[in-house]
Structures are given as C-alpha cells and as structure tokens.
C-alpha cells in the first residue's frame, strides 16, 4: 500500500509564497508523474502542475510563471514552490502520484493541504 502525505499549506497574504511538500512512502518501484490539483469551493478540480520522473513539467495557465513544480526521487517527495499568490489560489491542494508497486500501477491521492490567500 502507498500513501502521500502533503504538508506546507497555511494562510498567506496577497504577494506572499508557500511551499508545498507531499511525501510518498509504502510499497513503492518507482514513481512516473507526481503532480498537484487544486480544488477551491463552487470551481472544478483543477491540474496545477504535473512533472514526470525525468523532470518534464506542466503548468496550467493560471499558474505559469509563479509557481514551480519539482521532486526528490530519492526521497520519492515532490514540492510546489508557489510565489506571488493571489486569492483566487485558495483552494485546497491535493498530491497525486502513478506508482508502481509490485502488485501494478496505481493511481495515488494524498489528502489535501489547505492554502488560503487573504488580507
């Protein structure tokens, strides 16, 4: 079994940053893509980014240029560097992760770290 565990969030002012971490442990092969998902209150799951275990990346458009994707394959844990935060990022971030383990692959979620941006 694999389980992510996310930490970093909090509240934030306008402008500020945050960093977030999501740690993977268990019964893990190898990892391909890690990445984050945000969801805030009346919006749609949201892709913030994505980064393969070659260190390809994806932004989505609302965050380009602000936030930075990046991982530790040896310590299985990738991190969301996020700078000048607005408040439409509040939302609550979630880690996703495709595992192999030696039953197969499987698609892992972490439990959510709350970000909130606000004066």
């Known amino acids: 079994q694999v389980h992510l565990v996310e930490s970093g969030g909090g509240l934030v002012q306008p402008g500020g940053s945050l960093r977030l971490s999501c740690a993977a442990s268990g019964s893990i092969v190898s990892i391909n893509v890690m990445a984050w998902y945000r969801q805030a209150p009346r919006k749609e799951h949201e892709l913030v980014a994505s980064?393969?275990?070659?260190?390809?990346?994806n932004y989505s458009d609302s965050v380009k240029g602000r936030f930075t994707i990046s991982r530790d394959n040896a310590k299985n844990t990738v991190y969301l560097q996020m700078n000048s935060l607005k408040p439409e990022d509040t939302a609550l971030y979630y880690c996703?992760?495709?595992?192999?383990?030696?039953?197969?692959?499987?698609?892992?979620w972490g439990r959510g770290t709350q970000v909130t941006v606000s004066s």
């Open positions: 980064i393969t275990s070659g260190g390809r990346t």
């Open positions: 996703n992760a495709v595992v192999m383990t030696t039953t197969g692959l499987n698609n892992i």
